[in-house]
């Protein structure tokens, strides 16, 4: 019990708060004089315009059914999911009977080539003759003839040489674009024509985003404008690539392409994407993280000629990304607080940081 009414009664409990009071009023007045420290973002002019969200797919730019160009038996196929670089085969099919057909071609321009030889040889003997008379001329013809039809079917046997030459480059089935493999359509022992799927390619590097808008949307479609794309609880900034204006008779819809490049998501992966639905207009536009919400206050926080806090209410209109138009007593280059400012009082002094060179500078 002694122990007990001690504890009670001693001060030092008492000193330590009254030491960590004055501490922090020390401190408290420290930044009053010298300022909050915050950071800082101007506003700036920009023009938007009013935006609709319409779903969206990512796709790749490269996907493609490739196919067989020459008849004959699958002997192997790349396995679903190998990546195969661009000029890489994909599929083998089986060239004996064309390697024969090579062999078959090679003997026949022999015996055509041996063929020419002896009917030049015979052609030059009748000329010789003929210039002393001893030779008829229609002998000397039918020579020349013979030789010439020769030529003819040795020219035509070179060209089929060449033609079976080109179906064994064709026997490979290679990759025109690099890309995975999603799908076999055929599989080894399997018999072609040329024509047939052999396996679904795709290039899984190269992507982009197809929408589907509504034809009254098509005036404001403008190639290279920057649109939001959303995904999950992401926004990202990305532009518009290609706009095909030609709308769908049933669904009275367009398609738009938006570019992807870089981007995590899979092909075939849900997006939405803000399409403009009106023209764009001059606006003040301020970062989203300028604003305080506070019931149903909206504010922000304007850095004076006094360096100090000034509240100014406003509405907030058109957003993209990480900026929103301010409807309120705002001008462009009014400094606004965007971190640091969670507690600040109107009129407080503050010492800021502009964000916006920190960024530009690093």
Do not use: C
Not at 84 to 97: C, N, R, S
Not at 197 to 215: F, G, H, M, S, Y
Not at 248 to 275: H, I, N, P, T
């Amino acid at each position: 019990m002694k122990s007990t009414i001690q504890s009670v009664l001693d001060p030092r409990p008492i000193l330590i708060t009254g030491l960590l009071f004055a501490s922090s009023l020390a401190w408290a007045q420290e930044q009053e004089e010298e300022g909050v420290p915050v950071d800082v973002k101007p506003a700036i002019e920009d023009a938007f315009a009013d935006t609709i969200w319409v779903s969206a797919t990512v796709v790749s730019r490269n996907d493609a059914q490739i196919s067989a160009q020459i008849a004959g038996r699958v002997s192997w196929v790349a396995e679903v999911g190998e990546q195969i670089d661009a000029g890489e085969p994909l599929a083998l099919i089986d060239t004996t009977d064309l390697h024969l057909d090579l062999r078959q071609h090679d003997n026949r321009i022999e015996r055509l080539e041996a063929q020419i030889r002896y009917q030049q040889s015979q052609s030059d003997r009748l000329k010789r003759l003929a210039k002393d008379n001893n030779a008829a001329v229609n002998q000397l013809e039918e020579a020349e003839s013979a030789l010439t039809l020769a030529k003819i079917d040795l020219d035509q046997a070179r060209i089929n040489r060449e033609r079976t030459k080109t179906m064994l480059t064709r026997a490979k089935v290679t990759s025109p674009f690099g890309g995975r493999v999603v799908e076999q359509r055929v599989k080894p022992g399997e018999f072609v024509n040329p024509g047939t799927e052999v396996v679904r390619l795709v290039d899984t590097k190269n992507k982009e985003i197809r929408a589907n808008a509504p034809l009254d949307l098509a005036a404001y479609m403008t190639e290279g404008v920057s649109v939001l794309v959303q995904s999950g609880e992401e926004e990202t900034l990305h532009q518009i690539n290609r706009v095909v204006p030609v709308g769908d008779e049933r669904s009275r819809m367009f398609e738009v392409r938006v570019a992807a490049q870089g981007a995590k998501w899979v092909v075939g992966s849900a997006v939405r994407v803000a399409l403009p639905a009106s023209d764009l207009r001059n606006m003040v536009a301020i970062p989203r993280d300028a604003l305080v919400l506070r019931g149903k206050e909206m504010y922000v926080y304007r850095v004076n000629d006094e360096l100090k806090a000034e509240r100014v209410d406003i509405t907030t209109g058109i957003g993209i990304g990480h900026w929103v138009e301010a409807i309120g007593e705002l001008s462009p280059g009014d400094q606004l607080i965007v971190r640091g400012g969670e507690r600040l009082q109107p009129g407080q002094a503050v010492k800021p940081r502009d964000v916006s060179i920190a960024e530009g500078s690093s």
